[in-house]
């Protein structure tokens, strides 16, 4: 009922807008005010942020696009197939950038790539109204733009903030539940599972916040506050499940964990339930299990089971970063929602500093795919509609255009486009009723607005839903555009039937080429995400990569991106995805022992360079279709680094060797028989 | 009379002209209220956003008025 009742808000919202952008359009005497209409209807988003945030960067691609518009086609217009190719190449190029960027910015590119098409596909025929259309389409466009962020930003804004308060206060609940998890022994199976739901709330969370500057709320978090939180809860997944592993190792050791230990993991979990959420004495706490996790670490020796007491370190040690990143996380979720813009303490003000920049995963072969389909696509539409002469042709090549750059992306593309038709068939359905029945009988402005009501607050409802999103947008463009919204009536059935069939043409069009081209399923793109992880350990193993924060990031952003598609693939989605987890706490070992090599005596830096070289070789050639098992050679390579660092007189050297290759020995062989001196 | 600019042989509006700066100098101006803490002492934001942006709008247009072609 709630939601409900705000999609019936967000529908007025969004009616009321589509009005005033239609008077405002009309009042001034522009031609085709139809686009300011359909542009408040596609910015149009249930948060005040977004719609802001969406309104700027579709300013910039307009204007950026009908720039592109005005150099293309006086430029080639003695050729009208050049002149498609030349549009074609920079809608390519505009899909290939925004396909890179994956934040909400790569709208503006996506825009500017299609804004060219709108204009210049129909300018083919007659290319001296470039300049006119151009300038209207900016016009129109900003007017919708205006009318869209006034209304939805004015009247009772739904805030980013506000969502982001609440998906922030439920994402801590959920990681400290999933950390609480690993800590005592009760896993349930749909808890490994749940918890790669943290990689997609980072998601979530990035995509939030870059709409965090737009937005209305009176009191703004700092997008570098929500940075710092995105960094410590990356942290977390690896940890908790480093924790895990190592509990588990020790259970399975003849001694099983000691009762110290046991009693600190339960007052950790006791913490993590009861003591984390409190702010009054979170840091003194926090501080007491700290010092006593220390206190219990043993001085792994040569003599006597080494193997043991690495794990029990390790686990100890791991556990000390857990503690203080779920410290940071919610000393940093205070500071989101402290309303003063200065650090409520020194530690939180030195976390933010460091906050770095979230980097992403990024397909360069799947976006070149996909701008080369388009390309395709459109020079196959273009071909057909010159040498036909068939004059709804431009309509036809460039909606097959915007199709493909809005929807070629996806891997369900052909899926979304047949989507978008039915939605554009039914719309134009819609639109047909009202063109001929219902607006000849319309004299001014208030009664269109009346009887234009009904047809808008139902698709502008179905907008509000995200499941029927696409539906809904495919109607407004096959209604808005078609109903006849302009100064004064004079439609014609022939035009109407002839534009009609000739957007539905481009529409089957597209979803034909994308068939065609682009054919891969989610298997490949899984396997590509994988696979590329994989060369990131590489490259990390060799030294590629010494700063954690940027690839860590990128890794788990793979992880997010996996967690969907191997949950609609297989039936048991946990073990590959942990397998991507496990990998990625290969890669952030192996550059920390990549990184320390440089202050190892030489006795040891020989076993570690081998094995990371041994590491690299691996990961660099393995393929996610026959998934090979790490070599033996590289067990031998580890156990002597361990043999080489249990000799070491330097304590503190010693202590940070064992505990990484104790994570990296675990990581990658966790079938093998405990270390043993004698391997040395 | 609203006069229009040539840019590249494009006759752009200048009210167009206007209302993009204006959007942007509103941007900047909320973004520098924002940092002060502005907001804190004010009841709904939105408004107060709204009217600024008016208020810069009518600012350039009056600024530049006497550029207009009337003022020739």
């Known amino acids: 009922m709630k939601i409900d009742a705000e999609a019936v808000l967000f529908s007025l919202k969004c009616f009321a807008a589509a009005m005033l952008a239609y008077y405002v359009a009309l009042s001034i005497g522009l031609t085709r005010p139809y686009w300011a209409v359909t542009t408040t209807y596609i910015t149009a988003q249930p948060l005040a942020g977004a719609v802001l945030s969406k309104a700027v960067f579709r300013t910039g691609g307009t204007i950026l696009g009908a720039a592109a518009a005005i150099v293309l086609v006086p430029t080639f217009v003695n050729e009208p197939l050049v002149l498609a190719f030349a549009l074609s190449l920079w809608l390519g190029l505009c899909l290939y950038v925004s396909q890179l960027d994956r934040t909400p910015r790569a709208y503006t590119f996506l825009l500017a790539g299609y804004t060219a098409s709108i204009i210049g596909f129909p300018s083919v025929d007659a290319p001296g109204q470039v300049f006119d259309v151009s300038i209207l389409r900016v016009q129109e466009i900003l007017i919708g733009i205006v009318a869209a962020a006034f209304v939805h930003g004015v009247i009772f804004p739904r805030t980013v903030t506000h969502k982001l308060f609440q998906r922030i206060d439920a994402m801590l609940a959920d990681a400290e539940r999933w950390s609480r998890g690993s800590l005592v022994q009760q896993r349930s199976a749909t808890l490994g599972r749940e918890r790669n739901g943290l990689a997609l709330d980072l998601a979530e969370l990035l995509q939030l916040s870059a709409h965090l500057p737009f937005d209305t709320a009176r009191i703004l978090p700092r997008v570098r506050t929500v940075r710092a939180l995105e960094d410590q809860l990356s942290m977390m997944l690896p940890l908790a499940s480093s924790v895990e592993d190592r509990i588990d190792a020790l259970a399975a050791t003849d001694d099983g964990v000691p009762a110290d230990v046991t009693a600190l993991l339960a007052r950790v979990d006791a913490w993590l339930e009861t003591g984390v959420p409190d702010k009054t004495d979170r840091d003194a706490r926090a501080q007491a299990l700290l010092d006593e996790a220390l206190a219990l670490e043993p001085v792994p020796r040569e003599s006597g089971p080494l193997w043991r007491e690495m794990l029990l370190f390790s686990l100890l040690s791991r556990l000390q970063e857990l503690i203080a990143t779920h410290r940071d996380a919610r000393d940093l979720r205070d500071q989101i929602r402290s309303p003063s813009v200065r650090a409520i303490s020194p530690h939180v003000g030195e976390l933010v500093d460091r906050a770095g920049s979230r980097a992403l995963h990024r397909d360069r072969g799947i976006a070149i795919r996909t701008a080369l389909a388009t390309i395709a696509t459109i020079m196959l539409g273009s071909s057909f509609w010159i040498a036909t002469a068939w004059d709804q042709g431009a309509g036809a090549v460039l909606i097959a255009g915007v199709a493909c750059a809005l929807f070629g992306a996806a891997d369900n593309a052909a899926k979304q486009i047949d989507t978008f038709m039915i939605g554009a068939v039914a719309g134009i359905l819609l639109s047909a009723l009202y063109a001929f029945a219902i607006m000849p009988r319309v004299t001014d402005f208030v009664m269109l607005a009346a009887v234009l009501a009904p047809a808008l607050l139902i698709i502008g409802s179905v907008l509000a839903r995200p499941a029927h999103g696409l539906l809904a947008l495919g109607s407004v463009v096959g209604f808005v555009n078609s109903v006849g919204l302009n100064a004064t009536y004079s439609e014609n059935f022939a035009t109407f039937v002839n534009s009609s069939t000739g957007l539905i043409a481009g529409i089957v069009f597209s979803g034909l080429c994308v068939k065609l081209f682009l054919t891969a399923g989610p298997g490949s793109t899984v396997a590509r995400l994988v696979r590329a992880g994989w060369r990131d350990v590489a490259l990390r193993a060799r030294g590629g990569a010494p700063d954690a924060g940027p690839w860590l990031a990128r890794m788990l952003d793979r992880i997010g991106l996996l967690a969907p598609r191997l949950a609609q693939q297989e039936a048991d989605p946990d073990r590959p995805l942990l397998d991507a987890l496990v990998d990625l706490r290969i890669g952030y070992i192996a550059g920390q022992l990549s990184a320390m090599r440089g202050a190892m005596a030489p006795e040891e830096r020989e076993p570690v360079t081998a094995t990371l070289a041994e590491i690299a070789r691996f990961f660099g050639r393995s393929n996610p279709k026959t998934a090979d098992p790490p070599p033996v050679a590289l067990l031998d390579g580890i156990d002597r680094s361990v043999g080489a660092f249990a000799r070491d007189p330097e304590r503190e050297r010693r202590r940070a060797g064992l505990l990484l290759l104790t994570s990296l020995r675990r990581n990658l062989f966790p079938a093998a028989p405990p270390w043993e001196a004698v391997a040395a | ?72």
């Open chain 2, 1 to 72: 009379m609203i006069g229009e600019i040539s840019i590249f042989g494009v006759f752009v509006p200048s009210l167009l002209l206007l209302t993009l700066l204006a959007l942007a100098l509103t941007g900047i101006l909320t973004a520098v209220l924002q940092i002060v803490g502005f907001y804190r002492i004010i009841a709904y934001r939105p408004l107060v956003d709204l009217a600024l942006f008016i208020f810069l709008l009518g600012l350039l247009v009056l600024v530049s008025a006497p550029f207009g072609p009337t003022a020739a």
